[in-house]
T-cell receptor, first 115, second 111 residues
Framework: GAVVSQHPSRVICKSGTSVKIECRSL??????MFWYRQFPKQSLMLMAT?????????EQGVEKDKFLINHASLTLSTLTVTSAHPEDSSFYIC???????????FGNGTRLTVT | EDKVVQSPLSLVVHEGDTVTLNCSYE??????LLWYKQEKKAPTFLFML????IEKKSGRLSSILDKKELFSILNITATQTGDSAIYLC???????????FGTGTSLTVIP
């Protein structure tokens, strides 16, 4: 089945530094990947849709200069949280699908803590 | 406004009980409804439903969709402590790559 790998699973960084999170589709090609943020006891909040070879589509209220998304290949998308602040601490999850009518498959998420 | 509403928000049952989780939706241009189980990490896929009245089953879990009344249910029979998780419902719109997630139902199964 479709496997999505996300790395790292947990990261602690100091305020002002940047953090890169990788999302890979291991056994399929994903022209589109999705980045979500999840707050405690809340559902998934879509941040952006990552399109291979083109610019990401950001949801309203998500700062594109702060959350840089790069989808350089059909199996890899990265999310870089630039100049991280404590309020960026959250659980970030990526997802991808094999084809238009297939379900989303999720990576295991990244727990970001900014001190 | 497109939305997905799940109920109940949380549920506590004893092992062996049967539970029914609900998901209602108002989404323009419905394409499919998906159920996920989320434990400590990211959601894992359970079911994808596109047609009304056709039950999907996997072990003790089953789900069905009613496109006329705009809802789906997820049933878990003979619950086990390992079923404790948040169950998420998502609806995809046919406009493509547009998913709407409910807030989830938190299920706790106690021994």
């Amino acid at each position: 089945g479709a496997v999505v790998s996300q790395h790292p699973s947990r990261v602690i960084c100091k305020s002002g530094t940047s953090v890169k999170i990788e999302c890979r589709s291991l056994d399929f090609q994903a022209t589109t990947m999705f980045w979500y943020r999840q707050f405690p006891k809340q559902s998934l909040m879509l941040m952006a849709t990552s399109n291979e070879g083109s610019k990401a589509t950001y949801e309203q209220g998500v700062e594109k200069d702060k959350f840089l998304i790069n989808h350089a290949s059909l199996t890899l998308s990265t999310l870089t949280v630039t100049s991280a602040h404590p309020e960026d601490s959250s659980f970030y999850i990526c997802s991808a699908r094999e084809e238009p009518n297939s379900p989303l498959h999720f990576g295991n998420g990244t727990r970001l803590t900014v001190t | 406004e497109d939305k997905v509403v799940q109920s109940p928000l949380s549920l506590v049952v004893h092992e062996g009980d049967t539970v029914t989780l609900n998901c209602s939706y108002e989404v323009t241009n419905f394409r499919s409804l998906l159920w996920y189980k989320q434990e400590k990490k990211a959601p894992t896929f359970l079911f994808m439903l596109t047609s009304s009245g056709i039950e999907k089953k996997s072990g003790r879990l089953s789900s069905i969709l009613d496109k006329k009344e705009l809802f789906s249910i997820l049933n878990i029979t003979a619950t086990q402590t390992g079923d404790s998780a948040i169950y998420l419902c998502a609806v995809e719109a046919s406009t493509g790559n547009q998913f709407y997630f409910g807030t989830g139902t938190s299920l706790t199964v106690i021994p």
